[in-house]
């Protein structure tokens, strides 16, 4: 299973750098998406990066604050998280998916290969 990193408890402006990381090397085949939730709310996709790299998608919501991208070679997706705001506080959590087509990633659940979180604390 793939295991998250690098939440932590920050003030707003800020910025942290998330991991996705798996030691058996499947996340390189996969779509990866990062999803987040927050107490009392449903989970849900923040960004999705496709199986080769090329495509990217994010939610409105963090549009342009928030970063996916994934090195190979480590076997690792990124998500960075810029002028962090508290609503975006929650867990966050990264997913893998196998998609037939390689530059495809959805934003949507369907996801069955799933991480245990980490947390984000944004304080105002």
């Known amino acids: 299973q793939p295991v998250e990193s690098g939440g932590g408890s920050v003030r707003a402006g800020e910025s942290l750098t998330l991991s996705c990381t798996a030691s058996?090397?499947?996340?390189?085949?996969?779509?990866v998406a990062w999803f987040r939730q927050a107490p009392g709310k449903e989970r849900e996709a923040v960004a999705c990066?496709?199986?080769?790299?090329?495509?990217?998608n994010y939610a409105n919501s963090v549009k342009g604050r928030f970063t996916i991208s994934r090195n190979y070679d480590n076997n690792t997706v990124y998500l960075q998280l810029d002028s962090l705001i508290p609503k975006d506080t929650a867990v966050y959590y990264c997913?893998?998916?196998?998609?037939?087509?390689?530059?495809?990633?959805?934003?949507?659940?369907?996801?069955?290969?799933w991480g245990q979180g980490t947390q984000v604390t944004v304080s105002s």
């Open positions: 990066i496709s199986s080769s790299g090329n495509v990217v």
């Open positions: 997913a893998g998916r196998f998609l037939p087509d390689r530059d495809m990633c959805v934003m949507t659940q369907g996801y069955d290969y």
């Open positions: 058996d090397r499947i996340l390189n085949s996969y779509g």
